[in-house]
């Protein structure tokens, strides 16, 4: 047993030394003086790619995404013995403008503030989204010439990238090829987009101010979630306020980012039309951070593997954990400004 266990660990390690590590690209952007969005990668996206039979496109953290986030996911999955040679791993960078030096200002399209978490146009490509980056990669790797044996891509994101994920689940118009699986992987966002018409975007669904996300009705943006699938999860212990959104419309939905996981829990399942477009991951004892990626269900989604729709599965850890109690979070201000269906659900 023990000679196998060797073995194996041996075996992942050589997976992941041998594949590339993520190198810097430019995927180029019209109208925009040009400029173009970078992105970590092991070869250029739009590079033919006989191998790949998974991708995983990936934004993670405050910064608009990094290399880092790519490379996390990519050890976790070798540690797990799983066959990382296989995957396409891709790193979208939705960079704010105070991160670039001068002289990158001219060359990359940047975004200001946050908006770029909400798919908000940047203020240097007229008409283009922080989604639309995410459309312009998955329209490379739906492409059967570029990659013939992909089956599945996967869209994750955490804290800040998990807040793209969330709303480009439900907002994008992308359409896979025969034979290729779309999922997404959504972990500890600061907010949830709560299915409400009353609530402004990015908390629900009052979107007249966003060019991307006002295109869809709301009957095509519930069409969207409910023929989707979608890994949410959180740490039982993310209950921090650094970079937590604290505004009004947020702090509606509790708290803390996993008192508000919980919340949005509820509020999916008061939709029966999404009872298999959601897996709910409590991770017992997670803080906030990376290490939410290590987890069972998120590796094998990585290669296309699908939990059980909408239920939660505990990682084993910590014991003594009780359950959020029924009750409106004591810091929550009221939520008077949701609708009649998202105020019970809180209550």
């Known amino acids: 047993m023990r000679r196998f266990q060797i073995a194996a660990a041996s075996a992942a390690l050589c997976a992941l030394s041998c594949a590339a590590a993520p190198q810097a690209f430019l995927l180029p952007v019209e109208n925009s003086d040009g400029r173009a969005v970078r992105y970590f990668a092991s070869h250029a996206i739009d590079a033919v790619d006989t191998n790949a039979e998974h991708a995983v496109v990936i934004v993670h953290g405050l910064n608009g995404g ?3 986030g790519a490379w996390r996911v ?5 540690a797990r013995g799983r066959d990382i040679s296989r995957v396409y791993f891709v790193a979208p960078c939705m960079l704010v403008e ?3 030096k001068p002289e990158e200002l001219s060359k990359i399209v940047y975004w200001r503030g946050g908006g ?6 940047s203020p240097v490509a007229k008409g283009f989204s922080s989604y639309d980056v995410l459309d312009r990669m998955f329209e490379r790797l739906n492409d059967a010439k570029l990659y013939p044996r992909l089956r599945s891509v996967l869209f994750c994101g955490y804290s800040a990238g998990a807040q793209v994920m969330s709303r480009y689940m439900a907002t994008s118009p992308i359409r896979p090829r025969r034979g290729l699986q779309v999922n997404f992987a959504v972990g500890a966002p600061s907010t949830w987009l709560f299915f409400d018409g009353k609530a402004r975007w990015h908390y629900g669904l009052d979107r007249k101010a966003n060019r991307y996300a006002s295109r869809l009705s ?4 519930m069409r969207n979630l ?10 039982t212990d993310d209950v921090g306020e650094k970079s937590l959104d604290m505004k009004k419309g947020a702090m509606a939905q509790g708290p803390n980012r996993y008192r508000r996981f919980l919340n949005f829990r509820r509020h999916v399942a008061s939709f029966p039309e999404l009872r298999n477009s959601f897996t709910f991951l409590e991770l017992v004892g997670r803080k906030h951070g990376g290490q939410c990626y290590d987890s069972d269900a998120f590796v094998k989604l990585m290669f296309g593997e699908r939990g059980k729709p909408n239920v939660t599965e505990p990682i084993s850890g910590r014991t003594g954990f009780q359950p959020v109690p029924n009750g409106q979070d004591a810091r929550s201000p009221s939520p008077s400004d949701y609708s009649a269906r998202l105020v019970v659900e809180l209550k």
């Open 66 to 68: 990094t290399r880092d």
């Open 74 to 78: 990519r050890q976790i999955a070798a």
């Open 218 to 221: 709301d009957g095509e943006i």
């Open 98 to 100: 105070k991160l670039l």
């Open 226 to 235: 409910a023929g989707r699938y979608c890994l949410a999860f959180c740490g």
């Open 116 to 121: 770029w978490q909400g798919g908000g146009d």
